[in-house]
């Protein structure tokens, strides 16, 4: 037997330098306990002056904080979340195809007398649709154009295909109580009678949460949502607060003084993030605040 080999074993591993554990001495500091991260984000929340919303949960359960997760507010562009699942919906009634054309015509009814009003251009965050006018794009198109770039005219033309009373019905059999779909974007007249779109941080939650487990009309719709979501073009808020390269799938919306950001974040712990503000009016503010929220919250 050779006596060199054990002995050479014993050297190697003496010299060998025990890779640091978390929060030991010289190891990467240790993770700050959830009860923490919660209270900084309520001090961050409360030194804002502003009214927040938050609806927080590990996709494993291991941690939910809901802070005023039932304060009602504008819904502004998130009411585009439940009309992309209810075109997903009806493709698996096959009710329609995304490939399916729809011509592009700049002309809704208000939902308060039916008179006709048009989207304008200036008013809007994104020229693809209206270059179109005249013409046809397929359903996933103007879906696309809706999520990822905020299409209003895109969002009133699906509204129209799929029908209000078809969204709201979704809405209320997914059990997101406090989204409430009521009419297409820019109808001024419904507007000025108080008819507004709605939503709540706990019922966009529980969309989002759905489409993260695969529960939104099928595990292969919800996939194909989550990658729209993750293409979206405004990533001031949840995204600004992660550390760069995290997979975020997320819907903004913005109105005056109104600012919001809902999101499943694939960080080293995925989670359903909504964060919904209201009472600033710069919007850069309203982000710098939302990324402030998901720093401090999210492990």
Request: no cysteine.
């Given at each position: 037997m050779n006596i060199l080999l054990p002995l050479l074993a014993m050297t190697v591993a003496a010299n060998q330098t025990p890779t640091p554990t978390p929060g030991s001495p010289g190891g990467p500091p240790a993770p700050e306990p959830f009860s923490a991260r919660r209270l900084a984000a309520e001090k961050i929340i409360g030194e804002s002056g502003a009214e927040v919303s938050?609806?927080?949960?590990?996709?494993?359960?291991?941690?939910?904080?809901?802070?005023?997760?039932?304060?009602?507010?504008?819904?502004a562009s998130t009411m585009k979340v439940p009309v992309m699942i209810e075109l997903f919906r009806q493709e698996a009634e096959k009710q329609l195809s995304l490939s399916e054309t729809l011509e592009i015509r700049n002309e809704f009814k208000s939902v308060v007398?039916?008179?006709?009003?048009?989207?304008?251009?200036?008013?809007?965050?994104?020229?693809?649709?209206?270059?179109?006018?005249?013409?046809?794009?397929?359903?996933?198109?103007?879906?696309?154009?809706?999520?990822?770039?905020s299409s209003n005219f895109a969002t009133n033309l699906l509204i129209d295909r799929l029908g209000v009373r078809n969204v709201r019905a979704t809405v209320e059999g997914m059990g997101a109580y406090g989204v409430e779909v009521r009419r297409g974007v820019e109808d001024q007249k419904a507007f000025d009678q108080g008819i507004i779109n709605e939503t709540t941080a706990r019922g966009l939650f529980v969309l989002l949460n759905a489409i993260a487990r695969g529960a939104a009309v099928s595990k292969a719709?919800?996939?194909?949502?989550?990658?729209?979501?993750a293409a979206q073009k405004f990533n001031d808020?949840?995204?600004?607060?992660?550390?760069?390269?995290?997979?975020?799938?997320?819907k903004t919306g913005t109105i005056?003084?109104?600012h919001h950001d809902a999101a499943i974040v694939y960080g080293a712990k995925p989670c359903v993030l909504v964060i919904l503000t209201r009472g600033i009016e710069k919007e850069a503010d309203s982000d710098i605040l939302i990324a402030r929220i998901t720093r401090a919250l999210l492990p």
């Open positions: 938050v609806a927080y949960r590990l996709l494993d359960g291991s941690e939910e904080w809901m802070h005023e997760a039932d304060r009602v507010f504008h819904a007398d039916g008179s006709p009003y048009a989207m304008a251009m200036g008013d809007d965050s994104d020229e693809t649709v209206y270059r179109n006018i005249g013409k046809t794009m397929t359903l996933a198109e103007l879906n696309f154009q809706m999520i990822t770039v719709a919800s996939e194909r949502m989550v990658e729209v979501l808020g949840i995204p600004a607060g992660l550390p760069p390269g995290t997979k975020v799938a997320h005056t003084r109104v």
